[in-house]
């Protein structure tokens, strides 16, 4: 069904724009800040920010916002309704149990991924990660699994589309390295991070099929690099994600 540009509801496009603005990163922001980052004038985004916060989506200190619990009901109808997170979750956590590492499960939206399922086992990363959370899928090793699975030119598209920011001194941030980097994700079927999001941390991921052999999710696991090396993510971790990759492609649909 198409749907015509007359009966798309501004305001709530707009009020939707400048929640997003809030991240792992951004988790406080003035009106200035939201404004720029939706991309929203400044009286435009005020309201929108002051419309939340009377109906309990967001808190206000007179300067600064911050989204409130409230607005979790926004996305947990999704995921509760989502039948990926409830058929990967007893696995993914026998897979976290059986290597002492977290593990995670995620899927593509936009340029992000965003984790549906995860098992931790101990804290690899600075900001708290769980169902909802969202990341870059250019710096990730599930990003750049799901990125490798995507048709025709759709992975070019989306790298070109916005600032790639360098997260670490690692990270790459050229397009064009990127996507050499996803041919060697889609030769090898696995993709490695090496400190690239955050220093610290190092990842292994590979795609999650579903029954008629598409790509619908990936799962990697994160190790602190002070204890696993990148050449021994590998030999290490790549049979059990196999192992769990296989045991799921005929539930998934």
């Known amino acids: 069904m198409t749907i015509q540009e007359r009966d798309i509801m501004g305001g709530l496009a707009k009020g939707l724009a400048v929640i ?3 991240t792992a990163e951004r988790p406080r922001q003035s009106i200035s800040e939201a404004a720029a980052a939706s991309g929203l004038d400044r009286a435009t985004a005020r309201r929108c920010l002051l419309t939340l916060a009377h109906l309990g989506y967001a808190d206000y200190d007179g300067k600064f916002f911050t989204l409130k619990p409230r607005v979790l009901r ?14 990967v979750r007893p696995q993914l956590d026998a897979l976290s149990e059986q290597l002492g590492e977290s593990s995670s499960v995620s899927i593509l939206d936009g340029g992000d991924i965003v984790y549906v399922a995860r098992a931790a086992q101990k804290k690899v990363m ?8 969202r990341l870059p899928a250019y710096c990730t090793s599930m990003g750049r699994v799901l990125l490798a699975a995507l048709p025709g030119d759709e992975a070019r598209v989306l790298l070109s589309s916005a600032p790639l ?5 690692h990270t790459l941030t050229a397009p064009e ?3 050499a980097e996803l041919d060697r994700v889609r030769e ?3 993709a490695l991070i090496d400190q690239e999001v955050e220093i610290g941390l190092r990842s292994i991921a590979v795609p ?3 029954a008629r052999g598409l790509v619908a999710a990936a799962v990697n696991v994160g190790v602190p690099a002070m204890q696993v090396g990148v050449e021994e993510l590998v030999p290490l971790y790549f049979e059990a994600l196999r192992g769990l990759q296989s045991n799921l492609r005929a539930v998934l649909r």
């Open 208 to 210: 999650l099929f579903n």
């Open 165 to 169: 920011p360098a997260r670490t001194p």
């Open 188 to 190: 090898q079927g696995y």
């Open 74 to 87: 926004l996305g947990t109808a999704c995921l509760a309704t989502m039948p990926l997170p409830q058929l």
């Open 20 to 22: 997003e603005t809030f």
């Open 126 to 133: 600075s900001i708290a990660l769980m169902p909802g959370s």
């Open 177 to 179: 390295a990127i996507l």
